[in-house]
């Protein structure tokens, strides 16, 4: 059985929850830890069932409650060293009572296999150095059902594709419009971070992953746009750049998006095997 729902995505708070293989997961913890335990409950999930807590990078949207998270419910925290060592040594996180897992490129949970990719996406604190730690995304298998998880990565590695090719379900950063990005009025140097390959996905980056991704009569049931910047982007213009990038229907996948805040429709399907 895979389930999934989007708690909250968006630069003021990211949280998801996957139930797939008999574990139960919340992938990262950005939003307070009420937040959390108020939109895991929405969602129909108690707190107190989730066993593994994954992070994918440092920064605050992503990792904000996962030490108390974890140590109020007593789940592991799986991240990269690097993701450790920056949140507790430049973001000054409390770890202590926590069980701590370094994420290797392959892991196995039970039934649930994961595997990581190191992604571009950095960030700088305000000595110089890169705050996000090592940002990892996932994609999940059980027998012959696969999930790709990719959020805040700038652009996507190209040895990935032929891994993620044809998956089950897709949960793809879409960040902003090129256009509307460049005309706001974040500062420059935003601005520039943003747009390079250690920022985040513009529409178009996004449409021509899936693209890549999303075959004719293939397997890909759906697509979850996520990260969508309130500022600089807006489900249309998303539509709008990902119409060429889709098969026709009724070949074409449900577009779904993560809203900023709140929880997405929550997905339950029945996997094959």
Known sequence: MFEFCSLASGSSGNSAALCLGGERLLIDAGLSLKKIEENLRAAGLAPEQINRLLVTHAHSDHARS???????????????RETFQTLKNIKG???SGCRIIFLKEKEKFGRLSLRTYRLPHLGHAPD?????GGTLGFLFAVDNFRMGYFTDLGTMPEQIFRDIHDCDFLFLEANHDVRWEKASRRPAQVIARNLSDFGHLSNEQAARIVQRVVKKDGKTRAVMLAHISRECN??????????KALP???????????PEGRCSEYLSWQTAG
Do not use: H, N, T, W
């Open 93 to 95: 996180e409390d770890f």
């Open 66 to 80: 996962a030490g108390r998270f974890a140590r109020k419910y007593r789940v592991p925290v799986c991240l990269s």
């Open 248 to 258: 026709e229907p009724p070949a074409a996948p449900r577009v779904l998006f993560a």
């Open 128 to 132: 110089g150095q890169d705050d996000a």
């Open 234 to 243: 807006s489900q249309e213009l998303i539509k709008r750049a990902l119409r």
